[in-house]
C-alpha cells in the first residue's frame, strides 16, 4: 500500500531534499528509518517539491509503498523514533496506489523572510536573511504584484537548468511587513522553476533598496532570458509551507509560523 | 559615561548570563567585545536579569561605563562586529551615572512555549519544550491566574537558594493556545526568584495534563515552602521578552515573536 507523509525539517544540516551519496538529504534519511521500519524492501521515497540545501520546510509531501499492519498513528511514531531532531513526520495517511506527490500536487506555498531591522537577530537567524538597509515594502509588494499570473520565469533560471519550459503560474506573491523588522514574501503557484523563488527576492529587495524599480521587474517577466536575474538570496530564509492536492485528498497541514 | 544596551541571544550555547571562567556566557561575551572597542579599562558589565543557561532574551538589557567618542549608532555597530552570531545589541542609548539595569527595572517579562502538538517541530525545537500529549489549555489559564498578586514564592524555590525573601508581586499570568499545537504562558512580575518560571510551567503542565488541579497550585502558593514544586521545566523553551524602567528611561524594545 502506498502512504502519503507531511513531513517538518530544518534546512541547515541536509544537503538539499533528493538523496545523494554519502550526503546528508532528507530522502536518504527519511529512506533510512523506512528501511529500518518496514525492512529492507521498502521502496524509495518520493518528494512533492525539490528543496535546495539550507531551505526548511513546514509541511513538504512524501510517499512511500510500504508493506505493515501498523497503523497511520503507529508509523509516525515509528518514523520520528527514527529520525533525526531536524526532521519529522507530522502526519500519516494512506494513498491511492498511483498517488505522486509530484505530479498530483496543485500547489505549492513558499514563504521568504527577511530582516531589514537594524541588527540581525540571534534567535530568528536561521531562517530570515539580514539585510543590512532599511527596505521599501510598498515598492516591493507592488513589483511582486507583476510575479502573478502565467508566465515564463526563464529570467529567474539559471542558465545552465535543463532546456524544459520555464511557464509556470504564480496564483499569488504578496510582500508584507510581518514585525517591526520582519519583511515576508509569500508566493503561492503550480510550480516553480529551481531557484525561482531565492531569485524573485534577490530582485525584489533591489527593487526595496532603490537600486532597481517596478519597470525592471515586469521587463524581466516580459523578456524572459534564462539567468537575467542572476542574484540569488541565501537559502536559509526560504521555508516551504505546504503542498496542495485536490480536495479527495486533503493532504495538507495548516503552516504554523515559527 | 555610562550606556544601556538592549541584548538579544538565543540561550543554547551560553553557559547562562553571567560571567564564569573559562565557560562562554552572555556577560563574559560582551566584556570581551567591550574590552576591544573601549580598551581594557572599560569596567564590567551588569545585566538586568540572571538567566539560565539554555534560557534565551529578546530584551536583556546591560549597561557599562565607557569613555567614547563614538555615537551610540557607532558603539552598536562596534559591539556587533566583535560578538558571536547568537548575541547581539539591539540599542545603545546614553543613561544617568547612577542607572542600574536589574534594581531600576521595574518589570520583567518573560514567555515560556510548550509544544503540545502530535510531534515535535523539527524547526521550533530550540524554543519550545515538546511535551508528548495534548494539554488543557483551559485548566492551566484558571491555574495560572492564581499567581498573579504579591505572593512568597517560595514553593517555586530551590532549597539551596540563598535566605533571601522569596516574595514577589506578579503583574500578570496568561496561559493561550498560540498556534494549534504551541501554548504560550506569559508572566510579567516586579521580579523573579530563581527557576521560578520553570517550576510554574512545570506545575501547570500537571495541571493541563490531569495529574494535578488547581487547587493543588493554590495551595503551593498559599503554603509556602522551599521546594514543593519541584520539578523543573527545561530552559529551552523560556525566553526573556523585555525588562521595564521608569518612562524617563524608556529603555524597551518591542518584544518581536520568533
Not at 532528507?26 to 518496514?38: D, K, P, R, S, Y
Not at 517539491?49 to 531551505?55: L, P
Not at 543590512?132 to 502573478?148: E, H, K, W
Not at 504578496?174 to 517591526?180: H, L
Given at each position: ?13 541536509f ?28 521502496g ?21 509503498d ?60 536561521r ?38 519550459s ?7 506573491a ?7 523588522d ?47 536575474a ?14 496542495e492536492?485536490?480536495t479527495d ?10
Open positions: 500500500m502506498r502512504i502519503a507523509l507531511i513531513v517538518e525539517y530544518e534546512g541547515a544540516d544537503s538539499g531534499s533528493q538523496f545523494q551519496l554519502n550526503t546528508r538529504t532528507v530522502q536518504g534519511e527519511l529512506e533510512t528509518a523506512a528501511a529500518t521500519i518496514f525492512g529492507e524492501k521498502s524509495r521515497i518520493s518528494l512533492a517539491s525539490r528543496t535546495d540545501s539550507g531551505v526548511h520546510a513546514f509541511g513538504q509531501v512524501a510517499s512511500l510500504v508493506e505493515t499492519r501498523l497503523s497511520n498513528e503507529e508509523m509516525r511514531h515509528a518514523m520520528n523514533g527514527n529520525l533525526p531532531s531536524d526532521l519529522c513526520v507530522k502526519l500519516v495517511k494512506l494513498v491511492p496506489a498511483n498517488f505522486d506527490p509530484r505530479r498530483n500536487a496543485v500547489a505549492r506555498e513558499y514563504r521568504y523572510a527577511i530582516n531589514d531591522g537594524p541588527t540581525h537577530s540571534p534567535i530568528r537567524r531562517r530570515e536573511y539580514y539585510v543590512n538597509r532599511r527596505l521599501d515594502v510598498t515598492a516591493m509588494a507592488d513589483a511582486a504584484r507583476n510575479f502573478t499570473g502565467v508566465h515564463d520565469f526563464a529570467s529567474f533560471a539559471a542558465s545552465t537548468a535543463h532546456p524544459v520555464t511557464v509556470r503560474h504564480v496564483e499569488s504578496t510582500v508584507t511587513r510581518d514585525t517591526e520582519r519583511i515576508a514574501f509569500d508566493i503561492r503557484a503550480n510550480a516553480f522553476v529551481r531557484q525561482q523563488i531565492r531569485r524573485m527576492v534577490a530582485a525584489l529587495i533591489a527593487v526595496g533598496n532603490g537600486s532597481k524599480n517596478e519597470d525592471w521587474i515586469v521587463s524581466l517577466i516580459n523578456h524572459p532570458r534564462r539567468d537575467s542572476s542574484q540569488n538570496a541565501p537559502p536559509h530564509g526560504l521555508t516551504l509551507m505546504r503542498v492536492y485536490p485528498l486533503s493532504l495538507t497541514l495548516n503552516p504554523v509560523v515559527a
